[in-house]
């Protein structure tokens, strides 16, 4: 069985980028059936349109509440016949609606080594900290903000410009993110 799985993201979409990549190679068994941003102008849709994948964008604003808004997303979602969301770059939390749709079944990466720098900026949080090694986590979502069981890890050391550092953590993230969504599917198809 193919895992069938949106990705979520709010920008440019460099991971969403390599997890395509890796399913046309054959590196990760899934497919990608969607790509859904809060965020108009977020040049993964962009991305979405290159590969020919669905591509939808809603803004939380134009709903009356953040549940409204998301029962639209699990609208789309349900059309796509989503098993799976891989949030990549989604700078917003996961409410009640998606978690209960999606039990187990939302995974995040995250540019720090978790629970250390959680939120907007972990790059930037780790250098103004000074810590020498930093790295990225992939982890199952729960309500928090970039919590929940940690499923991998690697760590990636400071050093050079915050560019370099930056450059070292996306191409971490990148390697990362198949490897363990891959063996997370195959846990499940042992399941
Ligand atoms: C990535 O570094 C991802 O880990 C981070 O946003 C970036 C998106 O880059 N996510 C978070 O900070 C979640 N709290 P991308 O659009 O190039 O994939």
Redesign the pocket.
Known sequence: MTIRFAIF?????????ALYQATVEGQLRGEIVGVFSDKEDA??LERAKKWGVPAAQLSPKAYASKADYEQAVLDQLRIWQVDFLV?????RLIGPILLSAFPNKIV????SLLPAF??????GQALAYGVQITG?TVHLVDAG??TGPILAQRAVEVQGTREQTETF??AA?HELYKEALDQLWNEERIK
């Not at 993201?9 to 980028?17: D, I, L, T």
């Not at 959680?118 to 790059?123: L, T, V």
């Open positions: 993201a709010s920008g440019s979409g460099s991971n969403a980028e040049y993964v949030l990549a770059g989604y700078m995040n990466i995250h540019p959680p939120g907007k900026d972990a790059i990225v903000m970039d953590i996306h993230e």
